[in-house]
C-alpha cells in the first residue's frame, strides 16, 4: 500500500503521537500531542478521532486508516484536471500569486496560515506551483528525485 519511506514517516509520526512508547495511541496520547502543540481539545474530540479506529490503534491500524483516508481522495487525473482548468496554455504550472488568489477567494476560503502551511511543502519554482508535481505529493507519489535515488 505504502512505499518504504513513507511507512518510514508514518511509523515516525506515530512515536511522536504515542507518548507514552506502549504501541498504542490512546487518550491520553492524543491530550499529550495536543497540548504540545499548545491545544487542549475537549475528550469528546479526541474520543470521536479513536472510534476512526476498529480496535486499539497500533502502528497497523494506524497505516491502514491512513491507506483508507489516502484512498477516498478524488482519482489523481481528477485533481490534475481541475488545475488544468486554469491553465489556459497548457503548461503544466500556474503563477504562484493565481493560486493564492484562488485559494484565498473561491470555494472554500484558506486563510493566509493555511497557505503558507501548504506552500511549506508545495513544488514552487521562480513562482511557478506545478500542479501535477503537487498532485503527486498529496497523492502520496515518489518525486523523481526519489525515484533516481
Known amino acids: 500500500m505504502f512505499r518504504p519511506n513513507q511507512v518510514q514517516e508514518f511509523k515516525e509520526a506515530f512515536t511522536m503521537i504515542d507518548q507514552n512508547r506502549d504501541g498504542v495511541i490512546d487518550l491520553e496520547d492524543l491530550k499529550d500531542m495536543y497540548s504540545n502543540l499548545g491545544r487542549i481539545p475537549p475528550d469528546s474530540e479526541l474520543n470521536e478521532m479513536l472510534k476512526e479506529a476498529p480496535g486499539a490503534l497500533n502502528f497497523t491500524t494506524f497505516l491502514n486508516l491512513f491507506g483508507e483516508k489516502m484512498g477516498g481522495t478524488d482519482p489523481e487525473n481528477t485533481i490534475v484536471d481541475a488545475f488544468a482548468m486554469f491553465?489556459?496554455?497548457?503548461?503544466?504550472?500556474?503563477?504562484?500569486?493565481?493560486?493564492?488568489?484562488?485559494?484565498?477567494?473561491?470555494?472554500?476560503?484558506?486563510?493566509?496560515?493555511?497557505?503558507?502551511?501548504?506552500?511549506?511543502?508545495?513544488?514552487?519554482?521562480?513562482?511557478?506551483?506545478?500542479?501535477?508535481?503537487?498532485?503527486?505529493?498529496?497523492?502520496g507519489k515518489q518525486s523523481e528525485d526519489e525515484i533516481a535515488a
Do not use: H
Open 87 to 139: 491553465d489556459d496554455d497548457g503548461k503544466g504550472w500556474l503563477p504562484e500569486e493565481y493560486v493564492k488568489d484562488l485559494l484565498e477567494n473561491m470555494g472554500d476560503n484558506f486563510t493566509k496560515d493555511e497557505i503558507k502551511q501548504t506552500w511549506k511543502e508545495a513544488p514552487i519554482e521562480k513562482g511557478k506551483f506545478d500542479y501535477k508535481s503537487f498532485t503527486g505529493l498529496i497523492k
